[in-house]
């Protein structure tokens, strides 16, 4: 069944025309945190942006004050803990799409048990990254644009690049970030 089908058929030119002006215009603590729930996610503060699509196992695994930005992809077992920054076009895919040799293709069958994704307190991924599955990101981490991580990420490290790499760490104590 269609999403327009199951909620009530198509939409009016009014209806088309605010909706439009919805996800486009509406990019606001206020907007997002309604958006949020509506989709079901009850957590204090949790704020959804236009365009993403936020679909884990559990939507509790999402918990208080996490932003995801504008057409971010967040699908399976993730688990994002609280205060965590996801910047637009993140994608976080937990699972693969296993090989099927009988079938000499990819098949539907995803392996679940080695695909969970943890995004640890207060982490924050910028514009553009991608999360593999199986990964851990630490505490307060920080992922630079357009990096593809495909190992865990230490506590208050800083990384960057495809595949990324840490390239700094963060000073708990003083919040300086250090290079090299």
Not at 93 to 122: L, M, T, W
Not at 124 to 153: E, H, I, K, M, Q
Request: negative net charge.
């Amino acid at each position: 069944m269609s999403v327009q089908s199951k909620h009530g058929g198509t939409l009016s030119e009014e209806e088309f025309e605010k909706f439009t002006l919805y996800l486009h215009a509406s990019n606001n603590r206020e907007d997002d945190q309604e958006r949020a729930r509506i989709l079901g996610f009850t957590h204090e503060g949790v704020r959804i942006a236009p365009g993403a699509i936020v679909r884990p196992n559990d939507k509790a695994n999402i918990h208080a004050h996490v932003y995801i930005g504008l057409h971010a992809y967040i699908n399976g077992d993730v688990t994002i803990h609280s205060q965590v920054l996801i910047g637009p076009h993140v994608s976080i895919v937990a699972s693969n799409h296993q090989y099927s040799p009988q079938d000499d293709c990819f098949s539907a069958r995803s392996d679940e048990v080695k695909g969970r994704v943890v995004i640890e307190h207060g982490a924050w991924l910028t514009s553009g990254v991608v999360v593999t599955p199986g990964c851990t990101l630490g505490r307060c981490s920080l992922v630079c644009a357009n990096s593809v991580v495909t190992t865990d990420v230490s506590a208050y490290a800083i990384v960057a690049g495809s595949p990324a790499r840490q390239i700094g760490r963060i000073d708990r104590d003083t919040g300086e970030y250090h290079w090299g």
